[in-house]
């Protein structure tokens, strides 16, 4: 059993930049696809990035390539999203998600694939 706790969510102006974390408890993160949904207002819940011991981090949306970076740290047993050039259309809340033994290549990280959710952390991109 994983738990998944965001943090680093906020305001942030557009142009700006911002750092999600997302720490997990209860197993190492060896076993599992891990990565990044967000949900804006009104909308579907979208997957936007993973990373797993064998696969190199992805982010899946066009729109976010060149701007965020997904990334894991075995030590502090975390991963991050390091988000830049932040447009008021990336507000959203973000949730931590994990897949045991899962892929992130096709359609293995799916939304219907995941196993644990954090709560959310949201991220108001405004002036």
């Known amino acids: 059993q994983l738990t998944l706790v965001e943090s680093g969510g906020g305001l942030v102006q557009p142009g700006g930049s911002a750092r999600l974390s997302c720490l997990v408890y209860?197993?190492?993160?060896?076993?599992?696809?891990i990565g990044w949904f967000r949900q804006a207002p009104g909308k579907n819940r979208e997957k936007i990035s993973c990373?797993?011991?064998?696969?190199?981090?992805?982010i899946y949306l066009d729109a976010l390539k060149g701007r965020f970076t997904i990334s894991k740290d075995n030590a502090k047993n975390a991963i991050h999203l390091q988000m830049n050039s932040l447009d008021p259309d990336d507000t959203a809340t973000y949730y931590c998600?994990?897949?045991?033994?899962?892929?992130?290549?096709?359609?293995?990280?799916?939304?219907?694939?995941?196993?644990?959710w954090g709560k959310g952390a949201l991220v108001t991109v405004s002036t």
């Open positions: 209860g197993n190492t993160l060896d076993s599992y696809a």
């Open positions: 990373i797993s011991e064998s696969e190199r981090g992805i």
């Open positions: 998600a994990a897949r045991f033994e899962g892929s992130c290549l096709g359609n293995g990280f799916d939304l219907t694939r995941v196993d644990y």
